[in-house]
């Protein structure tokens, strides 16, 4: 395979049967995905949204749920580890200190 001669589907073919070898189906879409340009403008899309909300109403809309992967919940004022074996004394350490600085 001479990169010189290929053309650029040659090329592009050379290259996703490369990724997929690499990083599975799943990985290369996953891959190929960073780089999809998308269409129109976001940041002038985004503020005809949110210029009409504060950031306390944005909060207020918020409901108490999880964040992240499971380890903390939200309770609107604060983020806090969620009480469980593991976290149990260490938790309670961090939720301490949070407190003493606020």
């Known amino acids: 395979m001479n990169i010189q001669t290929m053309t650029p589907q040659q090329i592009r073919a050379a290259g996703l049967a ?3 070898r690499e990083l599975g189906a799943v990985g290369m879409i996953r891959f190929m995905q960073q780089f999809e340009m998308g269409q129109g403008d976001y940041s002038k899309d985004r503020h ?3 210029d009409q909300y504060s950031v306390a109403d944005i909060v207020q809309m918020l409901p108490d749920q999880k964040i992240g992967h ?5 309770d609107r004022r604060k983020i806090l580890p969620k009480k469980s074996a593991r976290s ?6 961090i939720i301490k200190k949070r407190q ?3």
Do not use: F, M, P
């Open 70 to 74: 499971g380890d903390y919940t939200r």
């Open 18 to 20: 490369a990724l997929s």
């Open 100 to 102: 003493s600085k606020g």
């Open 88 to 93: 149990g004394e260490i938790g309670r350490e």
């Open 48 to 50: 005809q949204w949110l």
